[in-house]
């Protein structure tokens, strides 16, 4: 785990899935979450004063849905919520959907299944 390093974080647990349990890595789906301003509020992450959002250019969590017990759950390697959390209390507590966001901090997903981000991805951080 590198801290802020979310998309090679969420790579590398793609990497470890396909190698100790690969059959779920089908189960697994990449989360990208940004917008065209490069500013989407999260809450409930481990840079971020009690009670606000870190106010991230982009973020990526995994999403698994577990068939076996119908379940489904987000791995975010920066939140301080369980890890990995149920996916109903991170969107609640992560996302905190009831609140009417500003346009400029409205939130995009692009989803890429696990196997397909684990075989194309690339890192580029010369926005950093």
């Known amino acids: 785990y ?3 390093y979310c ?4 790579y590398m647990l793609c990497k470890t899935i396909a190698e100790t349990n690969p059959a779920i890595l089908d189960h697994c789906t990449v ?3 940004s917008n065209p301003n490069k500013i989407i509020p999260i809450w409930k992450q481990k840079l971020a004063s009690v ?3 870190v106010l991230w250019d982009y973020h990526v969590i995994l ?3 577990d068939e076996e017990n119908k379940e ?3 791995y975010d390697m920066d939140t301080t919520l369980p890890f ?3 996916a109903d209390r991170y969107v609640m507590e992560a996302f905190q959907p009831e609140l009417q966001l500003r346009e400029e901090y409205q939130r995009y997903f692009r989803l890429v299944p696990g196997s397909v981000y684990l ?3 690339a890192s580029d951080r010369s926005h950093m």
Not at 7 to 10: A, G, Y
């Open 31 to 33: 989360v990208f979450i």
């Open 2 to 4: 590198t801290s802020a």
């Open 72 to 74: 489904y759950y987000m």
């Open 51 to 53: 009670g606000q959002p």
């Open 63 to 65: 999403y698994y849905h």
């Open 7 to 10: 998309e090679e974080n969420v």
């Open 84 to 86: 990995p959390c149920r």
């Open 119 to 121: 075989r194309e991805f």
